[in-house]
């Protein structure tokens, strides 16, 4: 399995990249039913699927698409994941006042796509989705927080998820990943809008999108430069 990693903040060009991929993908014979494109929001699965369709105006929308949609709903078709598993705004609020923190929590449009704002939370969640060692993302983010409070707040949180038995994102992001088996047999495996980290830091690691494939050709780098846009970059790993 090749893993593509494709980072950059809002409008950068991550769907269009990956809808690209789509396109190669169909171009090498993939059937479109055997690609799966995932995204947290209703919002951004619908206009992922409105895109294809307009891309690839000789497919059928309704037949031909029925792997894009949003991770969740993946999510509960296939690992039987619901709502009730998910860290829910209440759940925040017992942890940071558990931890001893202040958290803001961001409903999205959707029940589930909440979203934890927090200096440490945050720093955590880059440093999980971009699989780098804790320790080396804390050192390089040169924050003014003593690491003992971020290793604090870290295993706070863990303990909290795994007490509780809940999943954050990134976490329901994680098990579709590992659970390939109990997924529909996709040959391309498509996340767009990995996590929305808009808000952090606005540079290039911003917001982020996955797009996982198996088993596809060479994974690799590029990056884009259109002048005047802020700059996407794509990481891959085999
Ligand atoms: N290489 C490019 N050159 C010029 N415009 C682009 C390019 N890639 C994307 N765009 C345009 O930029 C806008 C935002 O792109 P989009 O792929 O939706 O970004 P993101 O998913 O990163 O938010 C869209 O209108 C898209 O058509
Ligand atoms: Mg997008």
């Given at each position: 399995m090749s893993v593509e990693k494709v980072f950059g903040p809002p409008g950068s060009g991550k769907t269009t990249y990956l809808l690209t991929m789509v396109q190669q993908e169909l171009a090498a014979g993939v059937h479109p039913t055997h690609v799966g494109y995932f995204a947290f929001t209703r919002k951004a699965a619908t206009e992922a699927r409105d895109r294809a369709i307009q891309k690839f105006p000789e497919l059928n929308g309704d037949l031909d698409f029925p792997w894009f949609r949003t991770l969740h709903s993946l999510a509960y078709r296939c690992?039987?994941?619901?709502?009730?598993d998910m860290m829910s705004p209440q759940h925040y609020a017992e942890f940071a006042k558990e931890a001893g923190i202040e958290l803001a929590v961001e409903l999205g449009?959707?029940?589930?796509?909440i979203k934890a704002d927090h200096p440490i939370l945050n720093e955590v969640n880059i440093a999980r989705i971009k699989g780098k060692d804790l320790r080396q993302h804390y050192n390089d983010s040169k924050?003014?927080?003593e690491w003992h409070h971020f290793e604090y707040v870290d295993r706070a949180y863990r303990h909290y998820k795994e007490t509780h038995g809940l999943l954050d994102f990134t976490d329901l992001l994680e098990r579709v990943v590992d659970e390939p088996d109990r997924l529909p047999r996709l040959k391309a495996l498509i996340i767009d809008e990995a996590q929305d980290l808009s808000k952090l830091n606005g540079d290039s690691c911003a917001n982020s999108s996955s797009a996982p494939r198996r088993p596809i050709s060479q994974g690799m780098t590029t990056r884009r430069s259109t002048p005047g846009r802020a700059q996407m970059s794509t990481v891959s790993s085999h």
């Open positions: 690992l039987g994941i619901g709502t009730k449009e959707e029940e589930f796509a924050m003014e927080i």
